[in-house]
Protein backbone atom coordinates (compact mmCIF):
# COMPACT_ATOMS: atom_id res chain seq x y z
CA UNK A 1 0.00 0.00 0.00
CA UNK A 2 2.79 2.27 1.00
CA UNK A 3 4.35 1.61 -2.48
CA UNK A 4 1.48 2.90 -4.64
CA UNK A 5 1.30 6.26 -2.38
CA UNK A 6 4.58 6.72 -3.47
CA UNK A 7 4.50 6.09 -7.01
CA UNK A 8 1.93 8.95 -7.22
CA UNK A 9 4.73 11.57 -6.01
CA UNK A 10 7.30 10.56 -8.49
CA UNK A 11 8.09 13.09 -11.13
CA UNK A 12 10.38 11.90 -14.13
CA UNK A 13 12.80 14.29 -15.99
CA UNK A 14 13.29 14.25 -19.59
CA UNK A 15 12.79 16.49 -22.80
CA UNK A 16 9.83 18.97 -21.46
CA UNK A 17 10.39 22.43 -20.76
CA UNK A 18 12.38 22.89 -17.54
CA UNK A 19 9.24 24.67 -15.31
CA UNK A 20 6.82 21.65 -16.76
CA UNK A 21 8.82 19.40 -13.97
CA UNK A 22 9.19 22.45 -11.08
CA UNK A 23 5.63 23.00 -11.40
CA UNK A 24 4.93 19.38 -11.31
CA UNK A 25 6.88 19.10 -7.82
CA UNK A 26 5.13 22.15 -6.64
CA UNK A 27 1.49 20.69 -6.93
CA UNK A 28 2.49 17.68 -5.48
CA UNK A 29 3.37 19.35 -1.91
CA UNK A 30 0.50 21.71 -2.54
CA UNK A 31 -1.73 18.65 -3.00
CA UNK A 32 -0.62 17.53 0.73
CA UNK A 33 2.53 15.11 -0.22
CA UNK A 34 5.14 15.21 2.54
CA UNK A 35 7.59 13.70 -0.26
CA UNK A 36 8.41 14.05 -3.84
CA UNK A 37 10.76 11.94 -5.85
CA UNK A 38 12.54 13.78 -8.40
CA UNK A 39 13.66 10.50 -11.45
CA UNK A 40 15.96 11.33 -14.43
CA UNK A 41 18.56 9.20 -16.26
CA UNK A 42 21.49 10.12 -18.58
CA UNK A 43 21.69 13.48 -19.81
CA UNK A 44 18.33 14.45 -18.04
CA UNK A 45 20.29 14.25 -14.90
CA UNK A 46 21.52 17.84 -14.29
CA UNK A 47 17.98 18.79 -15.38
CA UNK A 48 16.37 16.59 -12.45
CA UNK A 49 19.29 18.51 -9.98
CA UNK A 50 18.41 21.71 -11.53
CA UNK A 51 14.49 21.12 -10.95
CA UNK A 52 14.91 19.90 -7.68
CA UNK A 53 17.31 23.06 -6.42
CA UNK A 54 14.91 25.82 -8.40
CA UNK A 55 11.57 23.71 -6.38
CA UNK A 56 13.03 23.98 -3.07
CA UNK A 57 14.88 27.16 -2.72
CA UNK A 58 12.48 29.67 -4.98
CA UNK A 59 9.25 27.28 -4.68
CA UNK A 60 8.80 26.04 -1.60
CA UNK A 61 11.27 27.67 0.84
CA UNK A 62 8.25 28.88 3.07
CA UNK A 63 7.43 25.62 3.25
CA UNK A 64 10.18 24.05 4.56
CA UNK A 65 10.70 21.43 1.65
CA UNK A 66 14.55 20.19 1.25
CA UNK A 67 16.59 17.69 0.18
CA UNK A 68 15.96 14.56 2.16
CA UNK A 69 18.11 11.89 -0.15
CA UNK A 70 20.06 11.55 -3.23
CA UNK A 71 20.32 8.12 -4.83
CA UNK A 72 22.57 7.08 -8.00
CA UNK A 73 22.82 4.19 -9.53
CA UNK A 74 22.98 2.83 -13.42
CA UNK A 75 21.16 0.89 -15.46
CA UNK A 76 21.96 -1.93 -18.12
CA UNK A 77 20.02 -0.92 -21.59
CA UNK A 78 20.44 -2.55 -25.09
CA UNK A 79 20.38 0.36 -27.28
CA UNK A 80 19.74 0.17 -30.98
CA UNK A 81 22.36 -1.76 -32.67
CA UNK A 82 21.98 -4.12 -29.53
CA UNK A 83 25.14 -3.97 -27.76
CA UNK A 84 24.88 -3.31 -23.78
CA UNK A 85 25.52 0.18 -22.71
CA UNK A 86 25.07 1.45 -19.24
CA UNK A 87 23.09 4.67 -18.36
CA UNK A 88 23.15 6.60 -15.32
CA UNK A 89 19.78 7.12 -12.85
CA UNK A 90 19.31 9.47 -9.82
CA UNK A 91 16.31 10.13 -7.81
CA UNK A 92 16.21 12.92 -5.48
CA UNK A 93 13.97 12.85 -2.83
CA UNK A 94 12.38 15.83 -1.42
CA UNK A 95 10.66 16.47 1.86
CA UNK A 96 8.63 18.16 4.25
Sequence with gaps: ?????QDENV?????KPFMNYVTAV?????KGA?????KARGKF??????????ATKRFLNDQGVTVKDIKIDSEEFENKEGKKVNV???EI????
Design 45 to 54: ISRAVDVAEV
Design 34 to 38: SEVVV
Design 1 to 5: MAEEK
Design 88 to 90: STI
Design 93 to 96: TLGK
Design 11 to 15: VFVGG
Design 26 to 30: VMQFT
